[in-house]
């Protein structure tokens, strides 16, 4: 809009010259050919009568100072015009400007008013909300988490042994299955021969010794095999004491 003003007050300066131009043009033509005139009529009048030339001439300078002051009180006339005219567009234009600056400062009142109208309304919905907090709810103690303890790994043969162990070198380990298979051997030939109307069938298959590492050392882990899969009798502690 600015621009728009200053193009539009540029054009009518510009046609405001051009008028003054063409006006002061003509205002030159009309006083050269009132010269030519006065003068045309000097020369006539010099030759019809020269005894009148005083006269004349006298008469043709009060005409020309008159026509001089006319103009010239013309010329004064059209200049307070001018300056009136080029007045009243430079009121406009301070009125303009001023209309400008009043929008402009109520646009900007008005976005400071929303502005602060939108700050102050989440404040007020804030201090509204407020009430509408709940207490906070009391911590449960969670349980502490122990550590399980790590099983023990005792060897290749764990599924055997269950990390359990009967003696401290291996070779005790063989000679206390072979006490353990003989001794058991004589017990059941001794029963059969006793009762040959109701045998018995021989349960214990060998023994076996296993490896269990401990913290110690390796120990080692004697196994009765027995037919069948499981022994009927604990035959360690009957004939081992374990």
């Given at each position: 809009?600015?621009?728009?003003?200053?193009?539009?007050?540029?054009?009518?300066?510009?046609?405001?010259?051009?008028?003054l131009i063409v006006v002061v043009a003509?205002?030159?033509?009309?006083?050269?050919?009132?010269?030519?005139?006065?003068?045309?009529?000097?020369?006539?009048?010099?030759?019809?009568?020269?005894?009148?030339?005083?006269?004349?001439?006298?008469?043709?300078s009060t005409i020309l100072e008159e026509e001089t002051k006319i103009e010239t009180e013309k010329t004064k006339e059209e200049k307070s015009q001018t300056t009136q005219s080029t007045?009243?567009?430079?009121?406009?234009?301070?009125?303009?400007?001023?209309k400008v600056n009043t929008n402009t400062n109520s646009k900007t009142n008005s976005t400071n008013q929303q502005t602060t109208t939108?700050?102050?309304?989440?404040?007020?919905?804030?201090?509204?909300?407020?009430?509408?907090?709940e207490q906070?709810?009391?911590?449960?103690?969670?349980?502490?988490?122990?550590?399980?303890p790590k099983p023990k790994t005792c060897g290749i043969y764990?599924?055997?042994t269950n990390c359990k162990y009967d003696y401290d070198s291996s070779s005790a380990c063989y000679s206390a299955g072979d006490k353990l298979t003989e001794m058991y051997l004589n017990d059941w030939m001794d029963y059969n021969d006793a009762n040959p109307n109701n045998p018995i069938s021989r349960e214990i298959q060998n023994t076996e010794c296993y490896s269990v590492d401990t913290d110690n050392g390796v120990k080692w882990y004697l196994l009765v095999v027995c037919y069948g899969g499981s022994c009927s009798k604990n035959y360690k502690s009957i004939y081992l004491g374990k």
């Amino acid at each position: 809009m600015r621009e728009k003003n200053k193009v539009l007050i540029k054009r009518k300066k510009m046609l405001f010259i051009l008028i003054l131009i063409v006006v002061v043009a003509i205002i030159g033509l009309f006083t050269i050919l009132r010269t030519n005139k006065s003068n045309n009529k000097i020369v006539s009048n010099d030759s019809v009568d020269k005894v009148d030339i005083n006269i004349e001439d006298e008469s043709d300078s009060t005409i020309l100072e008159e026509e001089t002051k006319i103009e010239t009180e013309k010329t004064k006339e059209e200049k307070s015009q001018t300056t009136q005219s080029t007045e009243t567009k430079k009121e406009s234009n301070k009125d303009n400007n001023v209309k400008v600056n009043t929008n402009t400062n109520s646009k900007t009142n008005s976005t400071n008013q929303q502005t602060t109208t939108k700050q102050e309304q989440p404040k007020q919905e804030q201090v509204q909300e407020q009430p509408k907090q709940e207490q906070p709810k009391p911590v449960e103690p969670q349980p502490v988490q122990t550590e399980t303890p790590k099983p023990k790994t005792c060897g290749i043969y764990q599924s055997i042994t269950n990390c359990k162990y009967d003696y401290d070198s291996s070779s005790a380990c063989y000679s206390a299955g072979d006490k353990l298979t003989e001794m058991y051997l004589n017990d059941w030939m001794d029963y059969n021969d006793a009762n040959p109307n109701n045998p018995i069938s021989r349960e214990i298959q060998n023994t076996e010794c296993y490896s269990v590492d401990t913290d110690n050392g390796v120990k080692w882990y004697l196994l009765v095999v027995c037919y069948g899969g499981s022994c009927s009798k604990n035959y360690k502690s009957i004939y081992l004491g374990k």
